[in-house]
């Protein structure tokens, strides 16, 4: 499985863009990249998902580097409701092809006033 | 449109009880995934449901059964309750029939405390 590296925390001002990092050098070529976040202990929302190209969609972007073994989700306007923690999912496929997303701790995005 | 919905919301048992947590989606999904979340913790995978009618284990099912009743819902049951079960529980689904695009969906949780 391979495995993501996130930075645990992030401060951005609000109206700013948040670029997020993530790391995942162990990627195959198979597999795609998923963001999520959870705000306040609510249940994960999804956010986008990508293989190689840069995705692009009404919540945010994500740029997945020429080699893949980096990611960074970006938040183009960032509002304080954007305050969660952001988990980035490399996601596994079983033989039966069940969709498991295995998370890490996520970086814990806040925006500042 | 009410997505996934779990019940209880909250629960608290004594240790030894049993009980089992309800979870319900009606978006037609394949699959369906039990998750649980500890304090400061990421979300660990508990069962899964790739299809109706199979179940599997996943990161942590130790202490859990789980019943995939019909394509809607998927019950996870602690047969007897133990202390290291406190966590908040996730139900999620995603249409995933082996595909590989889609995401899924959550719900708000269920905050069980055994003491």
């Known amino acids: 499985d391979a495995k993501t590296t996130q930075p645990p925390s992030m401060d951005c001002a609000e109206g700013r863009a948040a670029n997020l990092p993530c790391n995942h050098s162990?990627?195959?070529?198979?597999?795609?990249v998923y963001w999520y976040r959870q705000i306040h202990s609510q249940g994960p929302q999804y956010i986008i998902h990508?293989?190689?190209n840069n995705e692009t969609n009404e919540m945010a972007s994500l740029i997945i580097t020429e080699d893949r073994k980096s990611s960074t989700l970006i938040l183009p306007h960032a509002t304080l409701r954007d305050t969660a923690v952001y988990y980035c999912?490399?996601?596994?496929?079983?033989?039966?092809?069940?969709?498991?997303?295995?998370f890490g701790t996520g970086t814990r995005l806040t925006i500042i006033p | 449109n009410a997505g996934v919905t779990q019940t209880p919301k909250f629960q608290v048992l004594k240790t030894g009880q049993s009980m089992t947590l309800q979870c319900a989606q009606d978006?037609?999904?394949?699959?369906m995934y039990w998750y649980r979340q500890d304090p400061g913790m990421g979300l660990r995978l508990i069962y899964y449901?790739?299809?109706?009618?199979?179940?599997d284990k996943g990161e942590v099912p130790n202490g859990y059964n789980v019943s995939r009743l019909n394509k809607r819902e998927f019950s996870l049951r602690l047969e007897s309750a133990a202390p290291s079960q406190t966590s908040v529980y996730f139900c999620?689904?995603?249409?995933?029939?082996?595909?590989?695009?889609?995401?899924?969906?959550f719900g708000q949780g269920t905050r069980l405390t055994v003491v």
């Open positions: 999620a689904s995603s249409e995933d029939p082996g595909g590989w695009m889609a995401e899924a969906f």
């Open positions: 162990t990627i195959s070529g198979n597999e795609y």
């Open positions: 990508g293989l190689k």
């Open positions: 999912i490399v996601r596994v496929a079983d033989q039966t092809g069940a969709n498991n997303l295995f």
């Open positions: 978006m037609n999904h394949n699959s």
């Open positions: 449901s790739a299809s109706e009618g199979t179940t």
